[in-house]
């Protein structure tokens, strides 16, 4: 539930666990020790072994105890009684313990149930070793405490488990799998019809069969349950057995069915049934395991359409596949050109953990209506960490994939790296900004202005000349006549620079009262002229302020571009102004 803690929810995990073990054990215990010894039938150590299996090691112990006290319960009330309690459940316990780390070494993969690799390990852990191992135990208690025949009480034990394990542990695991629920709520209402009406052809034939002893028609459910299986899936093929298993327990308890024709006891009735279900959990899962592997494959197939289709649809650089969760599926070769990681890394990781936090929201919400899309192309632009750390931007263009019922299982996408853009958009716009008072370009658009120059011009041609310009004693008309006759005298020089300029040449306000004007390709001498024309106009401008007349000059400095490049450009200039204002001011000085 929302708002679990983790304790919570393991306390939970730990109570469902040991109850479910309780009552199996009573059951099969209370019902199937039928000469006094050891049960025909043993299913508990099945709950046991899937819980453990689905469990982090670290959360046994509690799970062993928990159980490990039901079981000492069941024994004493209605088992071989209160002497034999504890070491029982000790031996128990071991048998759990042994399959569930020889699960555990075989590594067992996000679907165990669909792997025959995993499913031969299963037989081998759960039908051979454990239940060989922990038989010797068993059958020594019972021989200990109510002086059973060891040599009859271990085969009884062995069979039993080993049967019971067999035949339960798969059903178990597909109970305690997580995805279970959305499994089932991912259903279509068409899914869950057929698959209602295949469980109902497996209760109808089992009962048939079973409600009778005249024939032996043993064989005729196994035809239903696998035609549920090719048909359902891995949980139409557990919930089978189920329903298989409850009918054929019932009836042949009550003496009923083809089993009651054998010769023997009712607990030899008892562990045939068990043998039974047991072969037919071998024969239907790996039908299931093959199944659902072609369905992977096939799954895999609709995915490399999709991307290939991608390709063609777009130029592209990475190619990324998501479940609907976000984890990678899928990541092209190209990731670790662009982002430094390998592949196989990143499978398995959620792709919102690689987008700089504080762009994870809106990539979240493209996933989103990428999901809610249709099969249309949802496009975003975003800034991811590379595995050295560093921040690049990204365009992706991304597209849902369907299964065949139209149900979203996935995305695929599109990564461009658009960093180099990115930076020159941020260029472009600071050199297109001008200055809000002048209209002038600003300091950082003429630099850029200057370095394109020396950049491009070919060095045996003259770049030009770069004037820097500063009004003489402004402060004063800011203090006499305030900041706006000071505003108006920056706007009009800004007016007059430009009409007096060349053509092709740059005026640029770069600061405070401080004008710089670049005149392409100009000689020194050209320069002077220009900049001796605009700084006597300066001295002729007259600006009206409340009816007094406002008279301002200027001092100047030009120096010649050369392949010391921009800065040293302006610097030159910049000394020579400052040297025409120490020279008295209003006059115009060449760099040295």
């Given at each position: 539930?929302?708002?679990?803690?983790?304790?919570?929810?393991?306390?939970?995990?730990?109570?469902?666990?040991?109850?479910?073990?309780?009552?199996?054990?009573?059951?099969?215990?209370?019902?199937?020790?039928?000469?006094?010894?050891?049960?025909?039938?043993?299913?508990?150590?099945?709950?046991?072994?899937?819980?453990?299996?689905?469990?982090?090691?670290?959360?046994?112990?509690?799970?062993?105890?928990?159980?490990?006290?039901?079981?000492?319960?069941?024994?004493?009330?209605?088992?071989?009684?209160?002497?034999?309690?504890?070491?029982?459940?000790?031996?128990?316990?071991?048998?759990?313990?042994?399959?569930?780390?020889?699960?555990?070494?075989?590594?067992?993969?996000?679907?165990?149930?669909?792997?025959?690799?995993?499913?031969?390990?299963?037989?081998?852990?759960?039908?051979?070793?454990?239940?060989?191992?922990?038989?010797?135990?068993?059958?020594?208690?019972?021989?200990?405490?109510?002086?059973?025949?060891?040599?009859?009480?271990?085969?009884?034990?062995?069979?039993?488990?080993?049967?019971?394990?067999?035949?339960?542990?798969?059903?178990?695991?597909?109970?305690?799998?997580?995805?279970?629920?959305?499994?089932?709520?991912?259903?279509?209402?068409?899914?869950?019809?057929?698959?209602?009406?295949?469980?109902?052809?497996?209760?109808?034939?089992?009962?048939?069969?079973?409600?009778?002893?005249?024939?032996?028609?043993?064989?005729?459910?196994?035809?239903?349950?696998?035609?549920?299986?090719?048909?359902?899936?891995?949980?139409?093929?557990?919930?089978?057995?189920?329903?298989?298993?409850?009918?054929?327990?019932?009836?042949?308890?009550?003496?009923?069915?083809?089993?009651?024709?054998?010769?023997?006891?009712?607990?030899?009735?008892?562990?045939?049934?068990?043998?039974?279900?047991?072969?037919?959990?071998?024969?239907?899962?790996?039908?299931?395991?093959?199944?659902?592997?072609?369905?992977?494959?096939?799954?895999?197939?609709?995915?490399s359409k999709a991307r290939y289709r991608m390709l063609a649809d777009n130029s592209t650089d990475i190619i990324l596949n998501l479940d609907v969760h976000g984890l990678v599926r899928f990541v092209s070769p190209s990731i670790a050109q662009l982002g430094g990681f390998e592949p196989s890394d990143l499978v398995g990781r959620n792709a919102a953990l690689l987008v700089v936090a504080e762009d994870r929201a809106s990539a979240a919400r493209s996933h989103v209506m990428t999901l809610r899309g249709g099969g249309a192309m949802v496009s975003f632009?975003?800034?991811?960490?590379?595995?050295?750390?560093?921040?690049?931007?990204?365009?992706?263009?991304?597209?849902?994939?369907?299964?065949?019922?139209?149900?979203?299982?996935?995305?695929?996408?599109?990564?461009?790296?658009?960093?180099?853009?990115?930076?020159?958009?941020?260029?472009?716009?600071?050199?297109?900004?001008?200055?809000?008072?002048?209209?002038?370009?600003?300091?950082?658009?003429?630099?850029?202005?200057?370095?394109?120059?020396?950049?491009?011009?070919?060095?045996?041609?003259?770049?030009?000349?770069?004037?820097?310009?500063?009004?003489?004693?402004?402060?004063?008309?800011?203090?006499?006549?305030?900041?706006?006759?000071?505003?108006?005298?920056?706007?009009?020089?800004?007016?007059?620079?430009?009409?007096?300029?060349?053509?092709?040449?740059?005026?640029?306000?770069?600061?405070?009262?401080?004008?710089?004007?670049?005149?392409?390709?100009?000689?020194?001498?050209?320069?002077?002229?220009?900049?001796?024309?605009?700084?006597?106009?300066?001295?002729?401008?007259?600006?009206?302020?409340?009816?007094?007349?406002?008279?301002?000059?200027?001092?100047?400095?030009?120096?010649?571009?050369?392949?010391?490049?921009?800065?040293?450009?302006?610097?030159?200039?910049?000394?020579?102004?400052?040297?025409?204002?120490?020279?008295?001011?209003?006059?115009?000085?060449?760099?040295?």
């Amino acid at each position: 539930m929302i708002g679990e803690t983790p304790i919570q929810i393991a306390i939970k995990s730990v109570i469902a666990t040991s109850a479910g073990y309780f009552i199996l054990a009573a059951v099969t215990v209370s019902t199937t020790r039928f000469d006094g010894g050891v049960a025909f039938i043993w299913v508990a150590t099945a709950l046991l072994i899937a819980r453990l299996t689905t469990l982090q090691p670290s959360a046994w112990p509690a799970h062993l105890l928990a159980c490990g006290s039901a079981n000492v319960a069941v024994t004493a009330l209605f088992g071989l009684g209160v002497a034999a309690a504890i070491p029982l459940s000790f031996v128990n316990l071991f048998e759990a313990v042994i399959a569930a780390s020889v699960l555990r070494l075989i590594q067992i993969p996000e679907r165990p149930l669909e792997s025959t690799r995993w499913l031969a390990g299963f037989v081998l852990a759960t039908g051979m070793v454990a239940p060989a191992a922990s038989g010797v135990g068993g059958a020594s208690v019972a021989t200990m405490v109510v002086g059973a025949d060891f040599s009859a009480a271990y085969p009884r034990w062995f069979a039993g488990h080993s049967l019971g394990s067999l035949t339960f542990t798969p059903v178990f695991i597909l109970l305690f799998r997580k995805d279970l629920g959305e499994r089932i709520r991912a259903m279509t209402h068409r899914r869950a019809a057929k698959t209602a009406v295949l469980l109902l052809l497996v209760v109808g034939v089992s009962i048939a069969v079973f409600a009778q002893n005249r024939m032996p028609l043993l064989f005729l459910p196994l035809l239903p349950v696998i035609f549920a299986t090719f048909r359902g899936g891995s949980l139409a093929a557990a919930s089978s057995v189920i329903l298989l298993t409850i009918i054929g327990f019932t009836f042949t308890l009550c003496n009923t069915g083809p089993i009651s024709l054998m010769h023997g006891t009712m607990g030899d009735h008892m562990q045939f049934l068990q043998f039974y279900l047991a072969a037919t959990v071998l024969a239907v899962l790996p039908i299931s395991a093959d199944l659902a592997r072609r369905s992977n494959l096939i799954s895999e197939l609709r995915d490399s359409k999709a991307r290939y289709r991608m390709l063609a649809d777009n130029s592209t650089d990475i190619i990324l596949n998501l479940d609907v969760h976000g984890l990678v599926r899928f990541v092209s070769p190209s990731i670790a050109q662009l982002g430094g990681f390998e592949p196989s890394d990143l499978v398995g990781r959620n792709a919102a953990l690689l987008v700089v936090a504080e762009d994870r929201a809106s990539a979240a919400r493209s996933h989103v209506m990428t999901l809610r899309g249709g099969g249309a192309m949802v496009s975003f632009e975003y800034r991811a960490v590379t595995a050295s750390g560093a921040e690049r931007w990204f365009e992706t263009h991304s597209r849902a994939v369907r299964d065949d019922a139209g149900v979203v299982e996935g995305v695929v996408s599109v990564l461009r790296d658009i960093s180099d853009r990115k930076v020159m958009e941020t260029q472009l716009f600071h050199a297109a900004l001008t200055d809000p008072l002048t209209q002038l370009p600003n300091r950082r658009a003429f630099k850029l202005e200057l370095e394109r120059l020396v950049r491009h011009v070919h060095p045996e041609r003259s770049f030009g000349c770069v004037a820097m310009f500063d009004f003489d004693h402004f402060k004063q008309v800011n203090d006499c006549h305030g900041h706006e006759a000071g505003d108006r005298v920056l706007r009009e020089f800004g007016r007059i620079a430009m009409t007096t300029v060349r053509g092709g040449d740059v005026v640029s306000r770069i600061g405070g009262e401080e004008f710089a004007v670049l005149l392409r390709h100009a000689s020194l001498e050209q320069a002077m002229v220009v900049c001796e024309r605009l700084r006597n106009a300066i001295e002729k401008m007259v600006i009206m302020v409340d009816g007094r007349p406002v008279r301002v000059t200027v001092s100047g400095g030009v120096a010649l571009i050369d392949v010391g490049g921009a800065e040293d450009a302006i610097r030159s200039a910049d000394a020579a102004l400052y040297h025409a204002k120490r020279d008295g001011r209003n006059r115009l000085q060449l760099a040295s």
